[in-house]
């Protein structure tokens, strides 16, 4: 249109450039959009392909012919300029980009960190070498996996709730500690990234024991918060080659974990039981031995009063933990669940007919109010099977929850069910008990 000769005048990182060259600067669009999310290479590749889509979408939405679009690319071409700002400093251009870019991308602390930490290495190869590295881990964690790394190292080095910015802290608490950029890079950064791709997706690897880790580590990433991560990335980065004192480390921060989680432990309070197991672990001291880890008589009984009372009222969250943590350990571990078919079914209904078998089984009603919510009275099963029961007799409800082409409940708790031809308050109390011994058992409880 304007007689300018046609040629590639935006560049990405290197490790994107080919991919949007090939496809973008090529005009291969169509190519493009046939492209399986799943099996791109990193995030940025996968932003390309979506915002490609959206903004296809958007041009055949507003510009329905082709006099419009022609018009549009006049504007552009007439009325808009593209305007370069530069700064002093780095802090000035941080500042200058958050307020310019209100609509845009946001400038993460750790681009400010990388500026920081890669600025400071002389050498223009080596420089080239830790950017890769550095754009590696970031492409490997997601951008905000790799935001959220940061936060767990300050975590690491502070062992304190973060009072000011991500950047602030980072400067004051892990900087002075690490002034070699090629050290901070090498010896902090990427053995803590490693850790937590291993973290995120439970696959740490080890010739023995790494298959319970693994196990732990996925019920912990169940847990409503990540005040977790920051020992065990800790803990995994100096004890990785020692598989057995890893496997009891992580059994034991997952009772830890479970415990604040069931007894509703405050931000407050993780983080400063997080912050003294972080000094206990920077001490060397094995995990049996650690205080923060340690449960004795008095937190045991806490412990249990909390998975003796009403399990149902818990938050939804809360209640699938437990319920699943304790069929898992009725199957040694052997099961697997998807949460996204769970639900929790009252075996003694919440609401019964008062002249049928349940209210001869369970006259008292402050008897029947006293349990319905207890663990012993719930049980795990698929949506489908929860709503075809509803408030049926003992007997229909357990034909329904075996009923279907295996017969069989694929959760322990279910199954042990059948086995009872009544459910009355006694079952009840000894199946109670039974079940608190399991907890008892399994998390090694006093």
Same mark, same amino acid.
């Given at each position: 249109?304007?007689?300018?000769?046609?040629k590639p005048?935006?560049?990405? @990182?290197?490790?994107?450039?080919?991919?949007?060259?090939?496809y973008?600067q090529?005009?291969?669009?169509?190519?493009?959009?046939?492209?399986?999310?799943?099996?791109?290479?990193?995030?940025?590749?996968?932003?390309?392909?979506?915002?490609?889509r959206?903004?296809?979408?958007? =041009?055949?939405?507003?510009?329905?012919t082709?006099?419009?679009?022609?018009?549009?690319?006049?504007?552009?071409?007439?009325?808009?300029?593209?305007?370069?700002?530069?700064?002093?400093?780095?802090?000035?251009?941080?500042?200058?980009?958050?307020?310019?870019?209100?609509?845009?991308?946001?400038l993460?602390p750790?681009?400010?960190?990388?500026?920081?930490?890669?600025?400071?290495?002389?050498?223009?190869?080596?420089?080239?070498?830790?950017?890769?590295?550095?754009?590696?881990?970031?492409?490997?964690?997601?951008?905000?996996?790799?935001?959220?790394?940061?936060?767990?190292?300050?975590?690491?080095?502070a062992?304190?709730?973060?009072?000011r910015?991500l950047?602030?802290?980072?400067?004051?608490?892990?900087?002075?500690?690490?002034?070699?950029?090629?050290?901070f890079?090498?010896?902090?950064?990427?053995?803590?990234?490693?850790?937590?791709?291993?973290?995120?997706?439970?696959?740490?690897?080890?010739?023995?024991?790494?298959?319970?880790?693994?196990?732990?580590?996925?019920? =912990?990433?169940?847990?409503?918060?990540?005040?977790?991560?920051? #020992?065990?990335? =800790?803990?995994?980065?100096?004890?990785?080659?020692?598989?057995?004192?890893?496997?009891?480390f992580?059994?034991l921060?997952?009772?830890l974990?479970?415990?604040?989680?069931?007894?509703?432990?405050?931000?407050?309070?993780?983080? %400063?039981?997080?912050?003294?197991?972080?000094?206990?672990?920077?001490?060397?001291?094995? #995990? !049996?031995?650690?205080?923060?880890?340690?449960f004795?008589?008095?937190?045991?009984?806490e412990?249990?009063?909390?998975?003796?009372?009403?399990?149902?009222?818990?938050?939804?969250? @809360?209640?699938?933990?437990?319920?699943?943590?304790? !069929?898992?350990?009725?199957?040694?571990?052997?099961?697997t669940? !998807?949460?996204?078919?769970?639900?929790?079914?009252?075996?003694?209904?919440?609401?019964?007919?008062?002249?049928g078998?349940?209210?001869k089984?369970? #006259?008292?009603e402050? %008897?029947?109010?006293?349990?319905?919510?207890?663990?012993?009275?719930?049980?795990?099963?698929?949506?489908?099977?929860?709503?075809?029961?509803q408030?049926?007799?003992?007997?229909e409800?357990?034909?329904?929850?075996?009923?279907?082409?295996?017969?069989?409940?694929?959760?322990?708790?279910?199954?042990?069910?059948?086995?009872q031809k009544?459910?009355?308050?006694?079952?009840?109390?000894?199946?109670?008990?039974? =079940?608190?011994?399991?907890?008892?058992?399994?998390?090694?409880?006093?």
């Amino acid at each position: 249109m304007e007689g300018i000769q046609s040629k590639p005048r935006l560049s990405l @990182r290197e490790r994107d450039q080919s991919f949007f060259h090939k496809y973008v600067q090529g005009l291969a669009l169509q190519n493009l959009l046939q492209l399986d999310l799943a099996h791109l290479e990193n995030e940025s590749q996968r932003n390309i392909v979506e915002n490609t889509r959206y903004l296809l979408a958007e =041009l055949e939405r507003r510009f329905d012919t082709p006099e419009k679009l022609e018009n549009f690319v006049r504007f552009l071409l007439a009325r808009c300029y593209l305007v370069a700002v530069s700064t002093p400093t780095q802090e000035s251009a941080f500042r200058v980009f958050s307020v310019m870019n209100s609509r845009g991308l946001d400038l993460q602390p750790t681009d400010i960190i990388k500026a920081d930490i890669i600025g400071k290495i002389p050498d223009e190869h080596i420089r080239k070498v830790y950017t890769d590295k550095w754009e590696g881990m970031e492409v490997d964690l997601t951008r905000s996996g790799f935001n959220e790394l940061f936060s767990y190292i300050r975590m690491i080095y502070a062992k304190d709730k973060a009072k000011r910015s991500l950047l602030e802290e980072f400067r004051e608490h892990v900087f002075p500690q690490n002034s070699d950029p090629i050290t901070f890079i090498d010896e902090v950064l990427e053995p803590f990234s490693a850790a937590l791709s291993e973290i995120r997706t439970a696959s740490y690897t080890a010739t023995t024991g790494a298959e319970s880790v693994n196990s732990y580590i996925r019920w =912990l990433n169940r847990i409503d918060n990540s005040d977790w991560i920051p #020992p065990a990335l =800790l803990f995994l980065k100096e004890n990785k080659h020692k598989p057995a004192r890893v496997t009891r480390f992580f059994k034991l921060l997952e009772r830890l974990a479970a415990f604040m989680h069931v007894y509703r432990c405050n931000v407050n309070q993780r983080i %400063e039981t997080y912050g003294f197991l972080i000094a206990e672990i920077e001490d060397g001291i094995d #995990p !049996d031995d650690m205080e923060e880890l340690y449960f004795d008589e008095e937190w045991s009984e806490e412990f249990k009063a909390a998975l003796d009372g009403d399990i149902y009222r818990l938050t939804p969250r @809360r209640r699938n933990y437990i319920i699943l943590r304790l !069929d898992s350990f009725i199957s040694d571990g052997a099961a697997t669940y !998807d949460p996204k078919v769970l639900t929790v079914e009252h075996v003694l209904p919440q609401t019964i007919d008062e002249k049928g078998e349940w209210a001869k089984w369970w #006259p008292d009603e402050e %008897e029947r109010k006293a349990w319905t919510h207890r663990i012993a009275n719930l049980v795990p099963l698929n949506k489908k099977r929860n709503s075809a029961a509803q408030n049926y007799k003992f007997l229909e409800k357990c034909k329904i929850y075996f009923s279907g082409a295996k017969s069989v409940s694929s959760y322990a708790l279910t199954s042990q069910v059948i086995g009872q031809k009544r459910w009355t308050p006694e079952v009840l109390k000894a199946r109670q008990e039974h =079940l608190i011994k399991v907890f008892m058992d399994g998390w090694e409880l006093h």
